[in-house]
């Protein structure tokens, strides 16, 4: 924590699930956290907010990230494994990005 000097994010750690500036990572990473994966705050990858596990797909109908474990069928009431709007990240990234340039367009005219 920066206090009131806040910094820019340096590090994501994976297992802690918080940004770090360099010199607060140095610190929390210093003792019994040492084997936590960390990587560049710009390379964070994309969590499900369901389960906290890495995202693999995108799905339109509920607006949200989901991971292998959304993707699993399970009862009846959880319909990821039925949406046809289910995609993977890049190719979701894709379509979100020709939409984006669609309205940019249409804003233009």
């Known amino acids: 924590?920066?206090?009131?000097?806040?910094?820019?994010?340096?590090?994501?750690?994976?297992?802690?699930?918080?940004?770090?500036?360099?010199?607060?990572?140095?610190?929390?990473?210093?003792?019994?956290?040492?084997g936590h994966n960390r990587v560049p705050a710009d390379q964070r990858p994309a969590i499900c907010p369901v389960h906290s596990e890495p995202a693999k797909a995108y799905c339109a109908i509920h607006q949200r990230l989901a991971c292998a474990s959304c993707l699993i069928p399970v009862p009846p009431g959880d319909c990821f494994p039925h949406h046809t709007t289910v995609k993977p990240i890049p190719e979701a990234a894709i379509d979100a990005r020709a939409t984006l340039t669609a309205l940019s367009k249409s804003f233009k005219e």
């Open 1 to 34: 924590d920066c206090g009131d000097d806040p910094r820019v994010a340096a590090v994501f750690c994976t297992d802690c699930k918080i940004f770090f500036c360099a010199e607060c990572d140095d610190g929390a990473h210093a003792r019994g956290r040492k």
